[in-house]
C-alpha cells in the first residue's frame, strides 16, 4: 500500500501542479506536506501576476505553457480560478531603462513573446492617471494576467485526486535512503514510502531535503511583503512593475485582480534573508509612497491587510530543475526565486515528462537555462 511510482515532497506551487500532470499519465503519485492543506506556504501568500516576459527561453517557454493552461482552465473544467489576462508593463522613466528594455525586447521577440512598445500617451490610456513627468513609454504584454492562487491551486488539487493523486498532510519527511539500485525509501515522522521517483518540491525547505542525500543545493529563501486594498470598480488593466530604485527597495509592482482589489509588492534592497512571516511596521509606508507618487488614483484605497512571504533564491535568479547525477531518480524542482505559482503548471508538464522520459527537443533546450550544475555565474534581467 506504501509503494509508488513517484513521490512529491511538497504540495505547492509546483508540487500539485506536478502531480496533476503525472497523473494524468496514470503512475501512482503520494504527495506528502508538512501543512494541513495544498498551497499553505508560499503559494497563499503569492500575489498571482503571471508573466511570460522574462529574459531566457527557458522561463518564456515554461510560462507561455502555464498562462495557456490558467487561461484556458475554466473553459476546460468550469472552475473559475480568477484569470484576468490584463497584461504586465514595464514603464520607463530614464533613457537608461527605456534601452534596457528595449535591447531584451529583441530577445523576447526572438523566442516568440507578444510584446510591444507604447508611447507615454497609449501608456496612459492602459493605465489612465499614470504620472506623465519624464514617461519615456512602457512594454506591455497583453497575454500575460493573472489569477487566484488559492482558487488555482484548490483547482488543480482536486483534480489530481480525480485522477488518483493521493496526499498525506501533516508529515515531515524526516530521512531519505536508497533502496535497492533503481528506488528509495522515504521516512516521515508517522510512516514509511517507498517510490521509484523523487521529487523535491519543497520550496522555503529544499535545501533541507537536498542534504538527506548529501546535496548541498544552492538554495536560501529571502523575505518579500505584500499588501492588498478594499475591492473597487476596475480602473487599469496591467501589472505595473517599476523598475526604478529607492532606499530599502530594488523595485515594486501592483496590479488590479479579479475582485477589483489592487494587489502590491516590494523587492526588499538589500535582501532580507531567511524565513519571517512577520509583517512589518516599514513596509507599508515605503511601498504605498512609491506607489502614489507613479499613480496617484491610488491616493484614496483603503488597504486592508498585508502579509510577508519567502522567494526561494538561487544566485543567478534561474530555478533548479532536473535529475541528480549520483541519483537519476532524484528529481529537484526548486529555487523558484518567488515565481512557482507562474511557472507551476507548466513545469509540472515538464516534470511528469522527465520522469516518463517523454521530453521534447523544446523542453531540453528550456531545461538548459534550469541545469543543476550549471555555473550560476548568469543573472536573470529584471526579476
Not at 88 to 113: N, R, T, V
Not at 364 to 382: C, I, T, V
Request: aromatic share 12%; with cysteine.
Amino acid at each position: 500500500m506504501n509503494n509508488y511510482d513517484v513521490v512529491i515532497i511538497g504540495a505547492g506551487s509546483i508540487g500539485v501542479p506536478a502531480a496533476l500532470a503525472l497523473t494524468e499519465k496514470k503512475l501512482k503519485v503520494l504527495v506528502i506536506e508538512l501543512k494541513t492543506s495544498p498551497g499553505q506556504e508560499n503559494n497563499k501568500k503569492a500575489i498571482g501576476g503571471i508573466r511570460a516576459t522574462h529574459s531566457d527561453y527557458g522561463k518564456i517557454r515554461i510560462s507561455l505553457r502555464s498562462i495557456e493552461i490558467f487561461r484556458t482552465w475554466k473553459e476546460k473544467y468550469s472552475d473559475d480560478i480568477g484569470w484576468i489576462a490584463g497584461g504586465y508593463s514595464f514603464p520607463a522613466y530614464s533613457g537608461e531603462d527605456e534601452k534596457k528594455l528595449k535591447d531584451l525586447m529583441k530577445i523576447q521577440y526572438s523566442f516568440g513573446l507578444n510584446i510591444e512598445w507604447v508611447s507615454a500617451q497609449e501608456y496612459n490610456e492602459l493605465v489612465p492617471g499614470i504620472n506623465m513627468k519624464d514617461l519615456r513609454g512602457s512594454t506591455y504584454s497583453p497575454d500575460d494576467g493573472s489569477a487566484s492562487p488559492l482558487l488555482a491551486l484548490n483547482a488543480f488539487y482536486f483534480k489530481s485526486l480525480e485522477y488518483g493523486a493521493e496526499y498525506k498532510f501533516r508529515e515531515k519527511v524526516i530521512n531519505i535512503k536508497r533502496s535497492g539500485n533503481s528506488s528509495f525509501e522515504i521516512i516521515t515522522g508517522k510512516s514509511k514510502y517507498s517510490a521509484k521517483y523523487i521529487i523535491n518540491a519543497a520550496g522555503n525547505y529544499a535545501k533541507e531535503i537536498g542534504k538527506m542525500i548529501d546535496l548541498d543545493l544552492p538554495v536560501n529563501s529571502d523575505n518579500h511583503e505584500a499588501g492588498i486594498t478594499e475591492p473597487v470598480d476596475r480602473f487599469f488593466e496591467p501589472m505595473v512593475v517599476d523598475m526604478r530604485k529607492a532606499p530599502g527597495s530594488a523595485n515594486y509592482y501592483f496590479y488590479q485582480n479579479n475582485e477589483g482589489q489592487v494587489v502590491f509588492c516590494i523587492t526588499p534592497e538589500p535582501p532580507i534573508l531567511g524565513i519571517d512571516n512577520d509583517s512589518t511596521s516599514q513596509f507599508l509606508p515605503m511601498c504605498s509612497q512609491r506607489m502614489v507618487q507613479i499613480y496617484p488614483r491610488l491616493l484614496n484605497l483603503k488597504v486592508r491587510r498585508t502579509w510577508r512571504g519567502q522567494y526561494p533564491m538561487t544566485p543567478d535568479g534561474f530555478p533548479i530543475v532536473g535529475r541528480v547525477k549520483e541519483f537519476p531518480n532524484f528529481i529537484n524542482a526548486v529555487g523558484m526565486c518567488g515565481q512557482g505559482f507562474m511557472l507551476g503548471p507548466g513545469l509540472g508538464e515538464v516534470i511528469s515528462r522527465i520522469v516518463t522520459g517523454e521530453l521534447t527537443k523544446e523542453d531540453q533546450k528550456a531545461l538548459q537555462s534550469f541545469d543543476p550544475y550549471r555555473d550560476f555565474s548568469g543573472m536573470e534581467q529584471f526579476k
